[in-house]
């Protein structure tokens, strides 16, 4: 932990982000769940024990979204403008990926709003297929990309 994080008694603090200006942020990340056979033909059949799989997991992840501040410790809570989660099936690993974007106005930007929702529409998709068996596989969670704030674009590289 940075020392610029810490109060004079060393305990962790929340930032101070009242002299950052206002500005558009935007936050993008991905992730991914390798699903065995009979999962990812459960979630392509739409046939799971509870429900419409991929719909259910973007709602979810809107709603982690929503609540990041309450999970994350020292995270400052934003009134986000837009989250959305995408969910589809990628045949090839054989799995789900998940990508989701965060936007907001403010003084702190929506990294951690937009990794939430990842994460969260990702074990959705795991409660909801684990009926078929636990051998599933939740990684590759990364931020693709951010704008915004006083630390400008930024952009993973491949």
């Known amino acids: 932990m940075s020392l610029s994080h810490l109060d004079a008694e060393g305990r962790a603090r929340m930032v101070d982000v009242g002299d950052k200006p206002v500005t558009e942020r935007r936050a993008i990340a991905e992730g991914v769940i390798e699903l065995s056979e009979t999962a990812f033909d459960l979630v392509r059949g739409n046939s799971g024990p509870k429900g419409d799989v991929l719909s259910t997991a973007e709602l979810a992840g809107t709603m982690g979204a929503k609540r990041t501040a309450e999970l994350i410790p020292l995270c400052h809570p934003l009134g986000l403008d837009h989250v959305e989660v995408r969910a589809s099936l990628d045949a090839d690993l054989p799995g789900v ?28 998709v795991y409660d909801m297929v684990k009926a078929a068996g636990h051998d599933m596989l939740i990684g590759d969670i990364v931020l693709t990309e951010k704008s915004g704030g006083t630390s400008g674009n930024w952009k993973r590289s491949s």
């Not at 990794?115 to 990702?122: E, N, Q």
């Open 97 to 124: 990926r998940v990508r989701a974007t965060a936007r907001a106005t403010g003084r702190t930007g929506v990294e951690m709003e937009a990794l939430t929702a990842v994460s969260v529409a990702l074990l959705t």
